[in-house]
């Protein structure tokens, strides 16, 4: 069976025969031996610093997040082409690299400091938060589950360089309200999926989350299935 993404032991959603997929190719999809990337999973998530000790150090001691390995003024001129440089700028790319786990989550993140281009210093101008309908088109956030929501919370509010995504003196974790079961879609759709629907709607009431950027601008969202 394949799983919903939120709660690996309550909801599960039927998997969808090779047969029933293909009736609705039609209708643009694919279906997974037809399609053309196999998908070998999640790699890394990058994010560009200005210190990476310094970074690393944040990571570490605030989310952490275990280092693993890395490179110190990695020169590569195959990595600056692949990132767009032109054929004479991608020899000259200097980086600095560091690797680090995400406990559970099995992912990590790349931390990247540009030596050449250098990269801006951080200002709290630039990672300075907006509302998510502000930030337009582009990655949102990255979201975590985590075990204690609020225990996460109290452990974040001592933390410097830290900033929630409100300034309310009460935000904090906040409980999702229960979804609408007929809104809950199926793709391809389902004349078979009133009990899923339902599961789902009702798992939906009981996530709680928490929003907060981190002093290099990135959004995290922690989750709690309660």
Known sequence: K???????????????????????????????????????????????????????????????????????????????RAAGFDSGEAATVDTSIRLMQIPGANTQIELMQFHSPKTPKMTVERTKSRQIHEAGSGVSHVCLKVKDIKGAFEHLQQQEDIEFVSNQPDYGPHQLDPADPASVQFFPPRDDAQQQQHEIAELMGRVSSLYFRDPYGLLWVFDQIG
């Open 2 to 80: 394949s799983r919903f993404w939120h709660d690996h032991d309550r909801v599960t959603v039927r998997s969808v025969p090779p047969t029933e997929a293909g009736a609705h190719r039609n209708r643009g999809t694919h279906s997974s031996d037809a399609f053309p990337i196999a998908y070998m999973g999640m790699n890394h998530i990058n994010i560009v610093v200005d210190d990476l000790e310094a970074a690393a150090a944040w990571y570490e001691t605030v989310l952490g997040f275990k280092p693993m390995w890395g490179f110190e003024h990695f020169r590569n001129a195959g990595m600056g």
